[in-house]
Every structure is written in C-alpha cells, then in structure tokens.
C-alpha cells in the first residue's frame, strides 16, 4: 500500500481501534482489581491451611489452571444460562478473567510467601504475634515486594488473554480489528496496528512495574 491509502486507512480504522483498546483496557484492570483480592483470600486459606476450605481452593485453583481460558468463557457465558444464571458479555468476560487471573496470581503469592524465610514466621512467633499476625505484618510485606514482578506479568497476560472474549460479541481490540478488515480487506496492515498497541500496552505496564518494583525495593 501506498502512504496515501494508509493513511486513509489510518483514519478509517483508528475510532474503532481506539474503542476496542479501551474494552480492552476495560476487562484487564477490572479483572485485576477483582482477581487480586480474591487471590489474597485463596492464599490466605491456603497458606493458613483452613479445614476443608483449603481443599476446596486447591481444587478451584486447579481447574482453573488446568482449562483453556476460552472453555472457561464458553461455560460462564454459554453454560450457566442453562442452570437460570445469565450475564451480559461485559459482566461474564470480566468475571471469567477475575476468576482465571486469581487463581494463577494466589500461586504467585502462595510461591512468595514461601520464600520468605522460616526464620521470620519464627520471630513473629517469639513477638507473640499469632500465625494471621505474622502473615500480615512481618511476612505479608515481604512476601509482596518478592512477588510484583509476578503480579505484573500475570496482568500484561491479561491484556493479551482479552483477546478470547471477543467470542462473546465484545467489541475488544481484537474483535474490533476483524471488523474492521471485513470492510477493508486489508488484513496486514490492521493485524499489524493490533500487535502494536498490544505491545505499546504491554510496555506501559512494564514501566509501571519497574516503578513500583523500585518503590518497594526497601522498607518505608
């Protein structure tokens, strides 16, 4: 293509892009809002090895881990309507990608606690700190500065794993770009624009990373 026709192209393309990469946007901080909580609740019951609830968050994180992402969104979004649950395409992408990311982050902070040295469980111990205590006020902060490098790349996979709910008629960034090439016929091109703000995303995440690896680098 000549630079006149991408530029036309350009001017076609770059409104629907530009809404496509807000809903994408959209699921992958909505999803890592919801998913980290939850992924702090899993860890705790986890790590605090809570009768019975223990089991049952090995099982969930298991299967979760285990399936494809996009038979998770086939069976939130498809399947529970069948059993009288139903959602809209916005609430079922973003609760299949909560539930997916929390259970991939809770073995990113399971890992990290585990990491941190006995010998610091030991001294919260001779504080008379409780086992929940020592979690959350000597283990915990040291747990999470291990793990933000993990965290972060959990949600740079988010935004590219956004992708998949485009088989639920959101208009994502990678929905949005088929549209657009159905109309234009020009696949390269836009697959190219695609790749390129998923990277330009990715990389804005990177550096937000790096900041907040630099700022819990030490104790404050």
Do not use: C
Not at 103 to 126: C, D, F, N
């Amino acid at each position: 293509m000549d630079l006149p026709s991408l530029l036309s192209l350009a001017e076609l393309a770059w409104p629907v892009l530009l809404k496509g990469t807000g809903y994408t946007l959209l699921f992958a901080v909505m999803a890592m809002i919801f998913g980290l909580p939850l992924a702090a609740v899993i860890t705790l019951v986890r790590v605090l090895k809570l009768p019975v609830l223990d089991r049952v968050m090995a099982v969930y994180v298991s299967a979760m881990r285990g399936t494809p992402l996009l038979v998770q969104v086939f069976i939130v979004y498809y399947g529970l309507p069948s059993i009288g649950i139903e959602f809209s395409p916005l609430v079922a992408g973003v609760l299949t990608l909560t539930l997916n990311v929390a259970a991939y982050m809770s073995e990113t902070l399971r890992g990290s606690i585990a990491a941190v040295a006995q010998g610091q469980w030991l001294a919260g111990t001779s504080l008379g700190l409780s086992r929940p205590q020592t979690l959350r006020f000597v283990v915990g902060p040291q747990a999470l500065r291990a793990a933000v490098p993990s965290l972060s790349n959990s949600l740079i996979s988010l935004i590219k794993d956004t992708s998949l709910v485009s088989v639920i008629a959101v208009t994502e960034l990678m929905l949005a770009t088929k549209e657009v090439i159905s109309t234009t016929f020009q696949p390269f091109p836009l697959y190219v624009a695609a790749a390129l703000i998923y990277w330009v995303l990715s990389f804005a995440f990177e550096q937000v990373q790096k900041w907040m690896e630099k700022r819990l680098a030490y104790p404050h």
